[in-house]
């Protein structure tokens, strides 16, 4: 199977059916992308997969084959993409482990929809579970991301 | 970046170069008085020695040491600002390193109890101060001019009449080598100059690496050689594995071995369940092995463990009159008898899971006699000392490094996961990572203990109440140290029952006997969550009974401002807190609710099906008031629209912080209202993921939730806790809207579908 992460090109020879997630992770050391519930409900493991937004989790080696995925590790090389920015401003992370699923999750949206509205975020974003609650926060920061006004 | 422990961290030059070194062969200064309340009584207490908890390299890179386990609540950025407060120190030049579990050095790191900042607040302040001033010494005495005319502002040391002007990393070799001030003669600030303390715009020090996804939890602690382990666990309590079959396991490319783990006896205490360990080159074929085992189980005694029927259990236990009587003020049982008016009610509460997000993870490698883990640990020093003796060593030749935690709860006091890694990285003689699936932490929690409580109060002909009887019946924490006691510690009863500060007359609580059946641990707030939720609800079922406004009824019932007699009322816990410093003051409770309910217009005309609710609840020596607002549709849907949240905890160290915990316990509690709860049939967990355990998401949240700090004008008052005291208020003040909203009464957690038409 032959992908490109980040940029890179990878070839991967083991089990076709093994989710992207742990390629990513135990393979490839890239572990900014997390586990959570390996069965696509809380996104935690969110990655782009030729810009989809995808469960990587429960996304096989063998669909990710021919695929360019981006990871938060790749979502800018700075930090500098409007999604991080706005996380960092309004210090959106508490515990910080479901963000990188949030951001990327909201990168995808904000590609999509430039402004959303709050439906659209509630639609959107409530596939990501935030334990600690942070919610508002990220509300928030997608609409500072988008250039809209906070509520 | 990655997470540094200053274990492995590269030698620095300057003023932390030997001073790590020392600091072990220097008796800790710390405990000269009485050990007896707060932090003196927590085991190895604080220190404040600056050379354990600040360095400062060549180029003036400033290194604070923070030895409490960051799960979201701050903790990194909190500790660090307070020592770089005092330090004079520019934040651009503070970086933290995590320290490993070893509390002879640094003092207690159970982080846990919402007391890092309330134990640390002063020892950080200290440390920085005397850092500071061993930096102005250096100086002083390099350019020869007297110490006091020396400044040493914002990362810059200045002789105003010579002129000169040094940075803080120029004189830090040379003030490494002084003696640390006495404890006596260190000036700290006044709340004036506070650059940092109390100021709401400083980033989150690892928000730089949270945005680039390259901090390191514990699932992302990395060595090479290390193999992957998942383990099938026994379903039931006390269960064990009869017979195995790991033949199909062993075919799956990539799995090395399989390892039976033996079950320990009950109480089993934070020991592995034991079961059956499948070892593998990668998550994926360890989890894949897993699926392959064939196992029979033998269930054990707690086999037929069944929640639904287990509260009827726990339901005839409250209404039984042969507790013990763990509180009784005046006659409440002749009261209630004489009362013109009774009332009674039954509330349930749930077993709940502390699910982080991150599930429980640790790394261990094994070898010469030695042990090392990398783990998201709450507890460093007791995994440290649980793993020498799982593995017959000495704590000092185990070394914890605490990565950071993706959310704790509770869950990551109990090192049972890294027991489990720690004696499979033995087994292999290869570094093992323990990965817990999301199935595995619902399953195998250390879970929320499940509650009837059963209150009745007497009224007389104004409404006014006279007399309380509290019965609570839940398991114990203790079950899982001891035999099971069947009966609540005192710091159990100390969570919002032994304290109760409510302005009653006649008052008697009850502690009748309950058996737990589950693992039974500490979950964010504790034995507040159901005493908070029947007492709050039932004030305000009180209320309405009387004719009077919730808010009026439950300021009355609370009584004027005073100090509460904890000790009269046969609260012997306190948080730990001394009593004279940290008195029960009702004013403050008030002033919490007055707060709450004025911002959300208290009192004014709702639609049809919607309401207003309001609860307060004194917990970790802190006050929190909740209004909510809430909308149920036609159909039994529950909207909340908006939630205040008002807390008095004493001075705000870093608003944003407990600003953010408020808004997360909102969340957290907004779920335990409505959807959350783990039940049991034949002993087994019946929830396995998050389709069934239903925690909330950005829809089903409040859409805005509103923090209002209260108090901490007074800078010598001291600290209450912050992670858990939002909790337990926020349950029964959505109960309560919901009352207001819909005149239905909400007497069982989860409201789940008992509002459905
Ligand atoms: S880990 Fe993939 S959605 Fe939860
Ligand atoms: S920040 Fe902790 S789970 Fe989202």
């Known amino acids: ?151 | 970046m990655a997470l540094e422990n200053i274990s492995r961290r590269a030698v620095l030059m300057g003023m932390g170069a030997g001073a790590l070194v020392l600091a072990l062969g220097i008796p800790a200064r710390a405990q000269e008085e009485e050990q007896k309340f707060g932090a003196d009584a927590m085991p190895h207490g604080w220190r404040d020695d600056p050379r354990i908890f600040v360095s400062i390299s060549p180029e003036g890179v400033v290194t604070v040491t923070v030895h409490r386990s960051e799960m979201g609540q701050g903790v990194r950025t909190s500790m660090a600002m307070v020592l770089a407060d005092e330090l004079e120190a520019d934040w651009a030049q503070v970086r933290v390193a995590q320290a490993p579990g070893d509390e002879p050095t640094f003092g207690n790191q159970d982080t846990d109890g919402s007391r890092s900042l309330r134990h640390f607040f002063g020892p950080m302040r200290r440390a920085g101060a005397a850092a500071r001033q061993m930096l102005r010494e250096a100086a002083a005495a390099e350019w020869g001019v007297p110490m006091d005319e020396v400044t040493a502002e914002n990362h810059v040391l200045r002789h105003e009449g010579s002129g000169q002007e040094a940075g803080y990393g120029e004189m830090a070799a040379r003030a490494a080598e002084l003696e640390v001030p006495e404890r006596e003669g260190i000036v700290l600030k006044t709340p004036d100059q506070f650059r940092y303390i109390g100021k709401d715009d400083l980033e989150l020090i690892d928000n730089p690496a949270i945005v680039m996804g390259t901090t390191i939890y514990g699932i992302d602690a990395r060595v090479d050689g290390m193999l992957y382990a998942v383990v099938a666990r026994p379903p039931v309590l006390g269960g064990r594995v009869a017979s195995y079959d790991d033949s199909a396991a062993l075919e799956i490319p990539g799995v090395e071995r399989v390892i039976a783990i033996d079950s320990p006896d009950l109480p089993s205490g934070f020991q592995p369940l034991g079961g059956v360990a499948v070892v593998a080159t990668n998550t994926w074929a360890a989890m894949r092995g897993r699926d392959a085992l064939q196992i029979e189980w033998e269930d054990g005694e707690h086999g037929s463990y069944d929640s639904e029927a287990y509260r009827a259990t726990l339901e005839e236990a409250a209404r039984s009159t042969d507790g013990a009587v763990i509180r009784n003020q005046g006659d409440a049982l002749a009261a209630l008898a004489e009362a013109p008016r009774r009332f009674e009610a039954e509330y349930y509460i749930p077993h709940l899971a502390q699910a982080p997000m991150e599930p429980p993870m640790a790394l261990a490698r094994v070898e010469n006699g030695r042990a090392e883990i990398w783990a998201c640990v709450q507890a460093p020093q007791v995994t440290r000392v649980r793993v020498a003796e799982k593995l017959g060593l000495q704590p000092e030749d185990v070394t914890v490094n605490v990565t950071l935690l993706g959310g704790g709860f509770g869950r990551k006091s109990k090192p049972d996961f890294v027991l489990e890694a720690a004696v499979l990285a033995q087994e292999m003689g290869q570094p093992v990572k323990m990965v817990w699936t999301r199935e595995d932490d619902l399953h195998h929690s250390f879970f929320h203990t499940v509650s009837v409580e059963r209150l009745e109060a007497g009224l007389d002909e104004n409404g006014r109440c006279t007399a309380w009887l509290h019965r609570t019946a839940a398991p114990t924490i203790g079950s899982i140290f001891a035999p099971d006691p069947g009966q609540k510690l005192p710091f159990e009863l100390g969570m919002g029952l032994t304290n109760m500060p409510l302005d009653i007359p006649n008052v008697r609580a009850e502690n009748p006997q309950a058996q737990a059946h589950a693992r039974i641990g500490w979950y964010r707030s504790v034995s507040n969550i159901p005493h908070a939720f029947a007492i709050q609800s039932f004030i305000d079922e009180l209320a309405r009974e009387a004719g009077r406004d919730p808010r009026d009824y439950l300021l009355e019932v609370i009584g004027p401002a005073r100090e509460v007699d904890l000790a009269e009322q046969g609260d012997v816990w306190n948080y730990g807190e001394d009593p004279g410093r940290y008195p029960l003051d009702t004013g403050r409770l008030r002033r919490v609710i007055e707060t709450a309910t004025e911002a959300a217009n208290w009192g004014r005309e709702m639609p049809e099906r919607t309401g207003l609710g309001v609860a307060a609840h004194y917990s970790f020596v802190s006050y929190v008031a909740v209004v909510a607002e809430v909308e149920v549709s036609d159909t039994g849907e529950v909207r909340i629209p908006r939630v205040d949240i008002a807390i008095d905890c004493g001075p705000h160290v870093n608003p944003d912080r407990i600003r953010s915990q408020m808004e997360g316990a909102v969340i957290m509690g907004t779920g335990q209202a409505l959807t959350t709860q783990i039940t049991f049939a034949e002993g087994r967990v019946q929830q396995d993921n998050f389709d069934s355990y239903v925690v909330p998401r950005m829809d089903t949240s409040p859409r805005e939730i509103h923090v209002h700090l209260v108090g901490g004008e007074d800078p010598d008052q001291p600290l209450g806790g912050v992670g858990e005291p939002g909790l337990p208020p926020v349950m029964p003040a959505i109960t309560n809207a919901i009352f207001a909203a819909t005149g239905q009464r909400i007497r069982a957690l989860p409201v789940g579908d008992q509002l459905r038409t």
């Open chain 1, 1 to 151: 199977m032959d992908l490109t992460v980040n940029g890179e090109a990878r070839t991967f020879g083991g089990d076709p059916d093994m989710p992207l997630l742990w390629y990513l992770r135990d393979e490839l050391g890239l572990t900014g992308t997390k586990f959570g519930c390996g069965a696509a409900l809380c996104g935690a493991c969110l990655v782009h997969v030729d810009g989809v937004p995808s469960f990587s989790c429960i996304t096989p080696m063998a669909v990710a084959d021919g695929a360019e995925v981006t990871t938060i590790e790749g979502l800018s090389s700075d930090g500098s993409h409007p999604v991080q920015v706005a996380w960092r401003e309004l210090n959106v992370a508490q515990c910080g482990y479901c963000q990188s699923g949030q951001m990327m999750q909201a990168a995808a949206l904000l590609a999509e929809t430039p402004e959303p509205t709050d439906e659209d975020i509630d639609a959107v974003m409530s596939q990501n579970i935030c334990r600690c609650g942070t919610y508002p926060r990220i509300r928030a920061a997608i609409k500072r991301a988008s250039g809209q006004e906070d509520a």
